[in-house]
């Protein structure tokens, strides 16, 4: 019983003193310093860029033109696939001519009667004119052959005027493309009744060049005159600017255009200036109506600072961003934007060359906190 009451107390003993070494052996890993967390970090670089400012413009075609009938009639063919180019004087669509044939052809027939009926008027005339020379017949009947030759010409001259239109609704029933671009869908099937009471057919719209609109405001152009121009009328600060567009998912539409046209009066619903420049579109890239953003280069280059725009940060006091010091601790910065260049924001005030900003990790770290900084990859 002693041995066994004796082996019992050896090995409550020994649990006891496990418990305890592992207590102290928490509490030791706890006293220990947490490891630093690791942020990704890209140094401030300066680089040249020219003073720009940006817009919400509309891409516009040069020429825009709605098919229309002229004249009533049943479609018989359409010569053209939807959607694909055409050039001027392309046949598009054929309506039914018999009927204007026949017009035709009636109104030849009616101008060589009345020219039958001139030159009998004309010998009339001429038998009457010797007549009363001879005084072999009264005046009078001279002057009525005269008049009869004068209603002869009048006829001839308004049956004439006839044949031409007739030709020209005869000319109508071809649809032609009064300009090169690009058709859009046909409004009626072949077999449909048309004429000039019908909506649009279809629409041509040129697509090589082609313009981008946008408005500037009040306060806009003065930023130009004082970034672009420095001073002068609003046209010189744009005429010597070259003018680059963001497409929907933010790339950079690769031709440049330039400014062809500054409105001479201000929208008085809207307080701006309407604008228009001109884009090479030979890829077919920018459509009609499509929604841009216009970025307005212009005046030398300046060296700024630039940062990358995942960086920067806002708060309610304004932006900001988050920089590594000498000793690996974290600070906040204040900063001034600038212009955006992509993904990259231009830095006026707040930050120096080679301060190291925080691109990556910022959610995990504090103002203060000491940290391990990992440069970013190049390209990152």
Known sequence: MVGCAYRSFVAMTAVFCAVALGTDAVAQEAAKPSAAPSVTVTQVIERDIRPSISFTGRVQAVDKVELRARVDGFLEKRLFTEGQDVKEGDLLFVMEKGQYEAAVVQAQGAIESAEAELELTNIEVQRQTTLVAKSAAPQNQLDLAIAKQSEAKGSLTQLNAALDKAKLDLGYTEIRAPIAGRIGSSAYSVGNFIGPSSNVLATIVSQDPIYVSFSVSQREILAIRRKIAGKGTLGSAVDTAVVY????????YAEPGKVNFVDVTVDQGTDTVPVRATFPNPSRILIDGQLVTVNVEGGAAE???VVPQAAIQIDQSGPFALVVN?????????IEPGQTEGSDLSVLKGLSVGDRIVTEGIQRVRPGQVVEPLEAKSGS
Not at 326 to 334: A, G, L, Q, T
Request: proline share 0%.
């Open 326 to 334: 000498s000793e690996n601790k974290i600070e906040v910065r204040r």
């Open 245 to 252: 567009i963001e497409l929907a998912d933010g790339s950079r």
């Open 303 to 305: 060296k700024s600072l």
